[in-house]
């Protein structure tokens, strides 16, 4: 996966008053002349977040690119879930009210299984379930859609990395056409490390704003920063774009989670190779004027 250069191009096209129409690969995020747009646990402004139906949502909307978060249950299933909690987006009070604090950790995959995790969106979504990374993957698989993929919580799970490469292996997202569609993140620099260790080939990316002067040893195992877009500036960016990661291709920065015209703009101006939104087509359309 190649981090794209825009900081020249994006610095023409703010000066100019009307841009090119978009081709259906830019929409995608997939050229250089923008950054690259991921759907932030899928379309998750429009469904409920890291459910089937958020990446569904993507794909309707035109992005191919979705990130989503993983973590484990009490009998070791990969579960896309952002919290460590159960609580704040199913109704596992409802279903188990003795268990707080509702851990993922503590919950079996058959008991996840029986969660609403869509009513708390909205009535459209209920019944939406948490799914299983493996049935996440075969929808992204059967939406053509790339994926960013954080590991959660890597702490709380000892072994997570290796598990998560087993069953990507497994689904075929391991082989050098699936490569192209898959980067892997995590706020863990230690887990970052285990997982370019296991897999060299496989893009990886860091999650934060490590300072400039540490950053030569994020480079020797990350192929992207991947920060807060209010922890950046352009001179941030620029050098991080200064270091060369493991696969001797320039530090890429994908910035999270912008869901305004004005902030995509601005990171944007900094010269971001991604940017990872809530709202992908607010994104879109701010920064390509459709």
Same mark, same amino acid.
Request: proline share 7%; charged share 20%.
């Given at each position: 996966m190649h981090a794209r250069a825009v900081?020249?191009?994006?610095t023409a096209l703010l000066g100019t008053a009307t841009l090119l129409a978009p081709t259906p690969d830019a929409r995608a995020g997939d050229v250089g002349e923008q950054p690259r747009i991921v759907a932030h646990r899928g379309a998750s402004a429009y469904a409920p977040e890291n459910t089937l139906p958020a990446i569904d949502e993507a794909a309707r909307?035109?992005?191919?690119?979705v990130e989503n978060d993983v973590q484990r249950t009490k009998?070791?299933?990969?579960?896309?879930?952002?919290?460590?909690?159960?609580?704040?987006?199913?109704?596992v009070e409802k279903v188990f009210p003795g268990r707080a604090p509702?851990?993922?950790?503590?919950?079996?995959a058959a008991e996840i299984?029986? #969660?609403d995790a869509g009513s708390w969106f909205g009535p459209g979504y209920a019944g939406t379930h948490v799914p299983t990374l493996k049935q996440y993957m075969s929808r992204v698989e059967s939406n053509h859609e790339k994926l960013l993929l954080e590991i959660k919580n890597p702490e709380l799970y000892p072994g997570i990395e290796h598990q998560t490469l087993?069953? #990507?292996g497994n689904?075929?997202?391991?082989d050098r056409p699936h490569l192209g569609r898959l980067i892997v993140q995590s706020f863990s620099a230690d887990s970052l490390r285990i997982v370019h260790d296991l897999k060299p080939g496989l893009t990886t990316g860091f999650l934060g704003t490590p300072p400039p002067r540490d950053l030569y040893r994020y480079a020797r195992f990350t192929d992207l920063i991947n920060p807060s877009y209010g922890t950046i500036s352009g001179s941030y960016v620029a050098t991080v774009h200064a270091f060369h990661g493991p696969h001797g291709r320039r530090l890429g920065v994908y910035t999270w989670t912008v869901n305004d015209a004005a902030t995509a703009w601005t990171v944007t101006r900094y010269g971001v190779d991604g940017v990872i939104t809530n709202k992908p087509d607010v994104v879109w359309a701010a920064l390509t004027g459709y």
């Amino acid at each position: 996966m190649h981090a794209r250069a825009v900081a020249a191009t994006t610095t023409a096209l703010l000066g100019t008053a009307t841009l090119l129409a978009p081709t259906p690969d830019a929409r995608a995020g997939d050229v250089g002349e923008q950054p690259r747009i991921v759907a932030h646990r899928g379309a998750s402004a429009y469904a409920p977040e890291n459910t089937l139906p958020a990446i569904d949502e993507a794909a309707r909307l035109g992005f191919s690119w979705v990130e989503n978060d993983v973590q484990r249950t009490k009998d070791g299933v990969l579960v896309v879930i952002h919290d460590d909690s159960l609580k704040r987006t199913t109704n596992v009070e409802k279903v188990f009210p003795g268990r707080a604090p509702w851990k993922v950790k503590d919950f079996t995959a058959a008991e996840i299984a029986r #969660l609403d995790a869509g009513s708390w969106f909205g009535p459209g979504y209920a019944g939406t379930h948490v799914p299983t990374l493996k049935q996440y993957m075969s929808r992204v698989e059967s939406n053509h859609e790339k994926l960013l993929l954080e590991i959660k919580n890597p702490e709380l799970y000892p072994g997570i990395e290796h598990q998560t490469l087993g069953l #990507l292996g497994n689904e075929g997202w391991l082989d050098r056409p699936h490569l192209g569609r898959l980067i892997v993140q995590s706020f863990s620099a230690d887990s970052l490390r285990i997982v370019h260790d296991l897999k060299p080939g496989l893009t990886t990316g860091f999650l934060g704003t490590p300072p400039p002067r540490d950053l030569y040893r994020y480079a020797r195992f990350t192929d992207l920063i991947n920060p807060s877009y209010g922890t950046i500036s352009g001179s941030y960016v620029a050098t991080v774009h200064a270091f060369h990661g493991p696969h001797g291709r320039r530090l890429g920065v994908y910035t999270w989670t912008v869901n305004d015209a004005a902030t995509a703009w601005t990171v944007t101006r900094y010269g971001v190779d991604g940017v990872i939104t809530n709202k992908p087509d607010v994104v879109w359309a701010a920064l390509t004027g459709y």
